[in-house]
């Protein structure tokens, strides 16, 4: 694996995973993924300012640069990006909007936090020239605006969705759980038993009572948002949308955390 400093340094047409850092399992299947798709893998490191709150929130990220190292280079990455932040935002570049569905949800909670990821994402796939790049399904709304932003930009870029990774016992793997003290991690499991007992609800109105039902009832968890959606456009979903998808959010200690999951409800499991 080469360490690359300056994006001169990537060849056109590669698999592109964008991250933060603080790399973990759920990174590591992104690695492997772009690397069946390409044997010229590049993963970027950029902690980017733009999508932070507060910069409290931006100090507190997680960095761990030597892990971050080693599990890039095992799971196929050929080139490792770490950029500058001149690079990134050189003098004058326009910062993007996400439109109407970065405003909503997560978008409501984090003012400017899409605002601050299309901007950046736009500029990497300038950079980096992708012929394909890989975003995980835990960060569904991300997801459905990269999604929109290359439709929008007309670039010529295939988005690969790949499944959120889960520990054993359910919990989403995320760069925040390392801030998790071990009675917030058993009590972060909260979201991922609502979005379970959603799942097996035999139609939609028990599935919207059930998740808000079991994701207001783990004490130290503050919900901020519990709703089943269309993932075409997050408005709430009903009985005739075709592709339906629960979503939640809510805090823990001060740590923010979210997790989705598809409803296939009254389908034959």
């Given amino acids: 694996m080469k360490i690359v400093t300056s994006s001169t340094e990537l060849a056109d047409g590669c698999a592109f995973v964008p991250t933060m850092g603080a790399l973990h399992a759920g990174h590591v299947s992104l690695f492997e993924l772009a690397r069946k798709k390409s044997d010229f893998v ?111 930009l007309n670039l010529d870029i295939e988005i690969a969705a790949a499944p959120t990774i889960r520990e054993a016992d359910g919990l989403a793997m995320s760069s925040r759980n390392v801030r998790l003290d071990q009675n917030s991690r058993d ?3 909260v979201l991922y038993r609502a979005l379970s007992a959603a799942a097996i609800a035999p139609d939609l109105m028990s599935a919207q009572s059930a998740l808000q039902e079991v994701a207001k009832s783990q004490t130290g968890f503050t919900l901020d948002y519990a709703e089943i959606v269309d993932e075409k456009d997050f408005s709430k979903a009903t009985y005739e949308t075709q592709n339906k998808r629960a979503i939640i959010a809510g805090w823990l200690n001060g740590v923010r955390l979210i997790d989705n999951m598809e409803m296939k409800l009254g389908a034959t499991r």
């Fill in 42 to 152: 590049v993963a970027s490191i950029f902690v980017n300012p733009l999508q932070f709150e507060d910069q409290e929130e931006l100090t507190k990220y997680p960095r761990t640069p030597e892990r971050d190292i080693e599990l890039a280079e095992s799971s196929g990455v050929t080139h490792l990006w770490l950029p500058t932040y001149e690079e990134i935002y050189p003098a004058g570049f326009p910062k993007r909007s996400a439109g109407k569905l970065g405003e909503i949800f997560e978008g409501a909670s984090r003012a400017g936090h899409f605002d601050g990821v299309v901007t950046v994402v736009a500029r990497l796939f300038e950079l980096v020239r992708p012929k394909i790049s890989i975003f995980g399904e835990k960060d569904f709304q991300q997801l459905s605006l990269i999604r929109n932003l290359v439709t929008d």
């Fill in 187 to 189: 009590q972060a499991l």
